[in-house]
């Protein structure tokens, strides 16, 4: 969108800008928001691609760099990286200099994976893939794991976590049994994520980087779908729906 | 013990040391240690003290320090206090700053972990006991949780930290099941703890913390029992019996 008034962080009317969350809601025209909330965005990112900015890079971001401190030269497995923020981590922890193993569950988000910058994917549904990782790391197991459903794999996650790995779980969706001791014996930490959370000064540095790497064509945000702003009924039916790779963006 | 040979860290042939591990064991009127392994003891504690030192007050220190980044102001809360590890911490937490709430499940215990320096004691083994801790932090809930007894507690812990509060998991007998979204709201983190994995510049710095504390009086270990070293088999049965608040020591 373009920015109405002017703030304090550099953006002038007119300027062309995502949005970090709003005060007045985002399914509209025009919205609301304090100037913290603004930023630019670079002539050759997308207004849809700009929409699609705030939770899922946001997200990827604050798990990857915040939580889990994850730093170049490391290996990071993106458990669930043909999603929203899976991509978005597979790019920033590509850009950083990480090493990247992704999974997904189907054929096409495999190769989007790799398209997205993993060096491997593997697949989550058939048996053995864990080996199959451990075989990547020669043994040694993965630095950060970037876990999109904890309720299946956190278990699974302490198993094939290297010797002092962080495990940041960005999604989850019910109880999981797990160890205690594999964490132990590796002095491995599970770290919970959550963007709403993170401290303003957090929020200023997870905007500045996405700027800075939509700017330098490592962030692409993928768009599956473009809908205008009246079938936004539509698109909540599109967004449970299998093999979207990408986000849905509505056009106002 | 006295230090025989001389080490390039300042300790001198006859000077009092204690061990932090040895290379030939502990079972012995003689040990053969590397330098980096022996440490100053201070003239105000026992040689039975120093003995009581490496594994439970470097454990404690690994976990509130290293691992949990407890920090002055912030309210730490042993889970499990009475014993090795528990009196340690509330020993090291306390002088560092924190606010200190333990647990112990006899009377005994409780009124130990007061005179160790505890700001609060609770009995982990009332009904009720974490409502009480969620009352004593104004409902806010704890910043560091040592937890010696992961898999009956972790998921209780999940319940009572505080936004942004770390879980160190130092003590674990089993599974447990867990729900992740708990940590996930908080932004909490779940801590593995090893001192067998400290590296080598936080072993420096854990026992250049030790030796001062020691100095200072702040680090006072308490001993339970002390055996002549022909009675070791008979040690091994006392460390497995309840009630004995403290280490048991073997004086060669």
Chains 1, 2 share one sequence.
């Not at 278990?155 to 797990?178: F, P, S, Y």
Request: hydrophobic letters at 45%; charged letters at 15%.
């Amino acid at each position: 969108m373009e920015a109405v008034g002017a703030g304090v962080t550099g953006v002038k009317a007119g300027d062309r800008v995502y949005v970090g969350g709003t005060l007045s809601g985002a399914y509209a025209e025009l919205s609301l928001c304090d100037q913290t909330q603004v930023h630019p965005l670079p002539a050759n990112v997308s207004f849809a691609q700009g929409a699609a900015m705030n939770v899922p890079y946001a997200t990827a971001y604050h798990a990857l760099v915040h939580r889990a401190a994850g730093e170049a030269g490391e290996t990071v497995f993106v458990h669930g990286a043909s999603g929203g923020v899976g991509i978005a981590a597979v790019q920033l922890a590509r850009a950083r200099g990480l090493t990247v193993i992704g999974t997904a569950g189907t054929e096409r988000g495999r190769r989007l994976v790799l398209e997205q910058g993993a060096h491997h994917v593997l697949d989550h549904t058939a048996t053995g893939y864990l080996e199959e990782l451990m075989r990547l790391t020669g043994g040694r197991g993965v630095d950060v794991v970037l876990e999109m459903l904890a309720n299946v794999n956190l278990q699974k996650d302490l198993g094939i976590v290297a010797m002092r790995g962080r495990i940041a779980v960005i999604g989850n969706r019910g109880t999981v049994e797990i160890n205690a001791r594999l964490a132990m014996n590796k002095n491995a930490a599970i770290l919970g994520v959550a963007l709403f959370h993170a401290t303003p000064p957090q929020v200023v540095g997870i905007h500045a980087a996405l700027v800075e790497g939509l700017s330098n064509g490592t962030l692409r945000p993928v768009i599956a779908l473009e809908l205008p702003l009246v079938q936004a009924p539509r698109a909540h039916e599109a967004v449970m729906e299998a093999g979207h790779h990408g986000k849905i963006v509505l056009i106002p």
